[in-house]
């Protein structure tokens, strides 16, 4: 950097520590509309996948990095939305196997969105086990994705702290029919949603035992508070599969 430019920068960003703010988290987000082909195995390797921007994770309040690292991926075509995460974790833990149980007391990877002009919002949470709660406008008991897949993959052992694992996957494929504000329709180029990617991530080595980080600016550690989340807008023109052949 020249010391002109540095300067500037002091100027410009005098409450945060630089290394903070450069890494600071965007606050709108394209999602590409892809003509890939997706296989929702948990393994995020599709060329599709290796051809969309990558989301990083924070944590709340102070917009720190994530200790533990996450990469979070959003696609679109005519008729899915596509969610990925790719998640280091040194010690995998998850025992809820019962659907719309709270997760969250497990690793779990989480994804809130609002479709543009609803008043109502939507949270898929899976933990490391495959485990589904589902929920629209905050209740999982009057709404389910009837045709949401989803898939783990784990590289490490389940619930054996005695090791250090890698971490985990997710591969979600959310069927616009799914989604009651689209009436059946997918979203239109130019549509903007709003949107966050979250994750607890449990092990030892935290302070409180765990570790909470989002895609967005959380301002407070609640995932809920909508005013925190970016927006998502469906671009007009998707990759080709050529751009997707050239990785
Ligand atoms: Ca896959
Ligand atoms: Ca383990
Ligand atoms: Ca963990």
Not at 7 to 19: E, G, I, W
Not at 199 to 211: L, T, V
Request: charge should be negative; aromatic fraction near 12%.
């Amino acid at each position: 950097m020249k010391p002109r430019q540095f300067v500037l920068s002091l100027f410009l960003l005098p409450a945060l520590p630089l290394a903070i703010q450069a890494s600071s988290p965007p606050t709108v987000w394209e999602c590409i509309k892809t003509t890939g082909t997706i296989v929702i195995d948990g393994r995020v390797d599709e060329k599709a996948w290796l051809a969309a921007p990558v989301l990083s994770f924070y944590q709340p309040i102070t917009h720190a990095p994530a200790t533990s690292k996450t990469e979070g991926r959003i696609l679109w075509d005519d008729t899915h939305l596509y969610v990925s995460f790719v998640a280091e974790d040194h010690d995998l833990r998850a025992t809820e196997s019962r659907r719309d149980h709270p997760v969250f007391y497990d690793d779990c990877l989480e994804f809130f969105f609002q479709v543009e002009g609803a008043n109502r919002y939507y949270n898929i949470e899976i933990n490391a086990k495959g485990t589904v709660f589902d929920a629209r406008g905050g209740s999982p008991r009057d709404f389910k994705f009837e045709n949401m897949r989803h898939a783990v993959h784990l590289d490490g052992t389940l619930n054996d702290s005695s090791d250090v694992d890698t971490g985990w996957s997710l591969e979600l494929a959310i069927p616009f029919s799914d989604i009651v504000e689209l009436n059946g329709q997918p979203p239109q180029p130019g549509d903007r949603w709003r949107f966050h990617l979250s994750r607890y991530d449990y092990d030892d080595r935290f302070e409180d035992g765990k570790e909470l980080t989002s895609t967005a600016a959380l301002s407070r550690v609640s995932f809920h508070y909508r005013a925190d989340w970016k927006e998502l807008v469906f671009k007009y023109e998707g990759l080709r599969m050529e751009d997707e052949l050239r990785f």
